[in-house]
């Protein structure tokens, strides 16, 4: 991070002095009467670092900073009757900034998230924002996100904002950077294949780019605010007053379309009630009805994801596990470092290393296949090496429960091995095998939720996507455990009942 | 009922690591004959009935079972495999080892139907007439776990005769039922002595062994100390160590 270093923002009074020549300023300020003077000036905290069009530093006058939030201050300065002091901070740090009371306030198109309503305080918006995608200029491949999505591009965007998180929700491949120039500068050099950025952002860095064009329509939709420590009440209030007016008066608007970034979004930004209401009503949409369909899809790929895996670790844990037991040696060594191996290592790592490392295995050595698995086949692919480590085992051990005695008797009639195995040790050892497989069932079914690190939405990914867009974590979070419970329970009950079942007359 | 065949032994080592159980066994075995081993615990006697069934192999000599002839290491001079020389000998154990899964029946025809390729039609037919035989006709539907030992026992012999055997080697099978019980189990055998099949009884039941059969035979140590008609070995044993054996029996 920068040094900090308080920077004394020069432009206000020029620009203040043009307003007046205008004659724009609306009645009733408090502005040019002397308790301007006495009161301590506010601190202003944004990232200047490739930061236009909100704010960055001016070309001519390295000294200065331009930008639409630096002309927004300055309209604050007027309706508050305070100075404003500009101060350097990293994007990143601005809420943590904020509560360590480093300064009074952030503006710095900082997007209202539930996350960040928990730990600060925000003004009513100032600036509706759309995400916009952006391509190279000859881009053929795809012309919408979900086109982008489908061919597995990957999309580079700024980390911890309204784009990545929809990335992540749409569970794209994402590169993430610090800074609102290098994506641009990647796109161009082809290290990435698009970027999704606030338009702001695009209109700034990207359309002026020949060798960029804009991709789809606008996408998504949020709200710029600014943000106080969550005792400044008062201040708060004070701001969304002087925004009110700064609206009213065309200010707002006029400010928007010298930096180009006015849309009819913003006539939105003063037509309803206050951005609180907006979130309420977001929740408000979110009820039973519209969430539970989404849970039982997840549910459902969850249900599916548990019981395809299974059958994939049955049909593997068969196999090893006569390996082990009947094998010739070097079988029987192979069979134990499969357990072994696959046993000892996390599921999430071996997720990992068959959903990204596989495609890279490949490529390295020109095999003549991708080894690029769609993420359900990699989950059930994972989870089926998994548990058939696990199942394996269980029949192994169940397998040599059957007294040798019965090997004996079906040899003495004249039984075959494999005949004696398919018709006497298997039907006894699927009693014994049963109880413990079931449990593992149970097991696997809540494993699954795990998966969402290689993007399949089951039903826990299903819960965080909405809890996070509905802020409901309780009443979802309910909803989603009931589902498991429902599920799960009575598969626990099926397993100790063929355990009270089979346990008995062996 | 096919004829039963006659079993020899010949000069038969085989040694559990240090330990030697079968020291230069021979034995003969007449076709028909019912013979009754007995001898101390540790003699060789289970491990003898083993080899003649090709669950245990041997170290050295030779076993013949009619014209199957059983050497060292498992080797055999039989294209159809070990398998043959149990198709000819039935073998019922100590423990009974019923398959637990199945029914009485379904024990029963579980060889015929899956080795012989016998159809399930007519292996029932035969397993029914053969559980009437062993006195559990109308036990032919219960699980093992529904049966009493003796009921059980009187099972597995219905199901080593339903292979159509030459003979049966039957291991101790009285030695784990309740003394109410070795008689049903020793009645049902005693009829199979008299249908002609040759029958190598492991047993302790001395009384069973004065009734029912031909010859005894005393093991101990790996070897025949002892051979003759019940009423030589039993009343006038020769060896000072089959005195002691038997006073230990009989008291």
């Given amino acids: 991070m920068q040094p900090a270093r308080w920077v004394r923002w020069g432009g206000g009074r020029v620009i203040r002095t043009i307003l007046l020549g205008m004659g724009v300023l609306s009645g009733g300020t408090a ?42 201050a300055e309209q604050f300065e007027k309706e508050l009757g305070r100075r404003i002091e500009f101060r350097q901070y990293a994007f990143r740090s601005l809420v943590p ?77 994402k590169k993430l950077y610090d800074s609102q120039v290098e994506p641009y500068m990647d796109l161009e050099l082809g290290r990435i294949d698009a970027v999704l950025l ?98 039982l899809q997840g549910a459902i790929v969850t249900v599916e994801l548990t019981f395809l895996s299974m059958l994939l670790a049955m049909a593997i844990g068969l196999p090893v596990a006569l390996s082990r037991l009947y094998g010739p040696a070097p079988l029987r060594a192979a069979a134990t470092l499969y357990v072994e191996f696959f046993r000892g290592i996390p599921v999430l790592l071996l997720l990992f290393l068959i959903y990204y490392s596989l495609p890279g295995i490949a490529a390295r050595y020109d095999l003549p296949f991708t080894l690029r698995l769609p993420a359900f086949a990699a989950a059930i692919l994972g989870f089926g090496l998994n548990y058939g480590a696990y199942e394996a085992e269980i029949y192994r051990a169940g397998i040599r429960s059957i007294p040798v005695g019965q090997w004996e008797a079906a040899a003495s009639l004249g039984m075959s091995r494999p005949l004696c195995f398919r018709r006497i040790i298997l039907p006894q050892a699927i009693r014994v095998i049963l109880p413990p497989m079931t449990n593992d069932l149970v097991a696997l079914f809540k494993d699954t939720s795990v998966v969402s690190i290689i993007a399949v939405e089951e039903l826990t990914k299903e819960y ?21 419970l429902i599920m799960s329970v009575p598969l626990g009950y099926l397993s100790r009942y063929l355990e009270k079942k089979w346990g008995r007359g062996l | 009922m096919s004829h039963p065949l006659p079993v020899v032994i010949n000069n038969v080592r085989k040694r559990f690591g240090e330990r030697v159980v079968l020291d230069g066994m021979n034995l003969s075995v007449a076709a028909g004959e019912t013979v009754a081993v007995i001898g101390p615990s540790g003699g060789g006697k289970s491990t003898l009935l083993r080899c003649i069934n090709g669950l245990n192999t041997f170290d050295e000599g030779e076993i013949r079972v009619g014209s199957f002839i059983l050497g060292p290491g498992g080797n055999h001079n039989h294209t159809a495999g070990v398998q043959q020389v149990r198709r000819l000998f039935g073998m019922i154990f100590q423990d009974f080892q019923l398959f637990p899964h199945l029914t009485a029946l379904e ?60 003979g049966l080697l039957c291991d101790e099978i009285t030695s784990a039922l309740d003394p109410e019980l070795k008689s049903e189990v020793l009645t049902v055998l005693e009829a199979l002595k008299r249908e002609g099949l040759t029958l190598i009884v492991v047993t302790h039941e001395m009384g069973f062994a004065r009734r029912a059969a031909d010859r005894v035979v005393v093991l101990d140590a790996g070897r025949v100390i002892e051979d003759g008609p019940p009423s030589q070995v039993l009343e006038h044993p020769q060896m000072p160590r089959t005195q002691r054996f038997l006073s230990e029996v009989l008291s």
């Avoid at chain 2, 029932?124 to 009921?151: T, Y």
Wanted: with cysteine.
């Fill in chain 2, 107 to 166: 024990n029963v025809i579980e060889a015929p139907v899956h080795v012989l390729k016998q159809p399930r039609a007519e292996a029932q037919r035969r397993g029914r007439e053969l559980l009437a035989r062993v006195g559990l006709a109308d036990r032919a539907n219960a699980h093992p776990r529904e049966l009493s030992g003796g009921q059980k026992q009187r099972v597995a012999i219905a199901r080593a005769m339903a292979m159509d055997p030459r």
């Fill in chain 1, 198 to 295: 606030d338009l702001p952002i695009a209109v700034y860095y990207a359309r002026p780019n020949p060798k960029l064009k804009f991709v789809g329509p606008r996408l998504g939709e949020g709200y710029y605010a600014i943000g106080f420590r969550k005792d400044q009440r008062a201040l708060a209030a004070q701001f969304d007053v002087a925004l009110d007016r700064i609206f009213e008066s065309g200010q707002l608007r006029r400010i928007y379309e010298k930096w180009g970034i006015w849309n009819e979004d913003q006539e939105k930004l003063f037509s309803g009630g206050k951005i609180a209401d907006v979130l309420k009503e977001s929740s408000r949409r979110w009820t039973f009805t519209v969430y539970f369909p989404l849970l």
């Fill in chain 1, 464 to 484: 965080q996507i909405l809890s996070k867009s509905s802020m409901k974590y309780l009443e979802i979070g309910l909803a989603t455990a009931t589902l498991y």
């Fill in chain 1, 31 to 72: 502005w040019g009467n002397s308790t301007a003077a006495a009161k301590p000036p506010l601190r202003w905290a944004a990232d200047a670092e490739g930061g236009a069009p909100y704010i960055f530093k001016d070309p001519q006058n390295p000294d200065k900073y331009r930008g639409f939030e630096v002309d927004l």
């Fill in chain 1, 97 to 173: 900034g904020l509560e360590r009371g480093d300064f009074d306030f952030a503006m710095n198109g900082l997007e209202i998230t539930p996350d960040r309503r928990k730990e600060i305080l925000f003004s009513r918006p100032y600036y509706i924002y759309t995400l916009q995608l952006v391509a190279r200029a000859g881009e053929k491949r795809f012309a919408s996100l979900e086109e982008c999505g489908k061919a597995k591009l990957l999309v580079g965007t700024l980390e911890d904002t309204a784009a990545a998180r929809l990335l992540d929700q749409m569970t794209f491949a």
